[in-house]
């Protein structure tokens, strides 16, 4: 996981957000455990996420897309017991979201993590970063640009 050190949401004005508690922290992470998704219409499909501790001001801003219509074929599983300590009760409490690494110098070769998705119950507002139990089906570094196109874009 990266945190994008040249563009930082303090250099513009967060609209929008939705805020969700993450009791556990992410990986690497354990501290922030509040969580704040910022929509910049601009930016889309990318969303900002914001961790803090204890709601401080400053935090950590990940960048992360929900998968849905983005990612073809992607269809995460729940382990069972993953499914139960967020309350979720139906597959439509579900909001998912990957965090995606870029680099400053190569932005088109952006990847983005399909193995351990952020999972948030909508209703409960409680979320975990979780492996989804059909893990082998993907890879933590899939590449959000096809490779043909990076290809193209290199020899252009």
Known sequence: MKVLPDLRPSDFEL???NSF???QGIIGFGDY???EIH???EHLPFLWLKLTKD????????IVIEPAGFIPGYEPEL???????????????VMLLNIVTMSSQQPVEASVNLVGPIVVNRR??????LVVSNYQRYSAHHPLADVS???ARATA
């Open 79 to 93: 382990f069972d017991e993953d499914a139960s300590s967020l309350d979720l009760q139906d597959p439509s409490e």
């Open 21 to 23: 508690t993450l009791p």
């Open 33 to 35: 455990t509040h969580a």
């Open 55 to 62: 709601k401080e001001a400053d935090g950590l801003h990940f």
């Open 39 to 41: 929509y910049i219409p």
């Open 149 to 151: 196109q990076q290809e």
């Open 15 to 17: 609209p929008q957000r």
């Open 124 to 129: 409960t507002q409680i979320g975990r970063q």
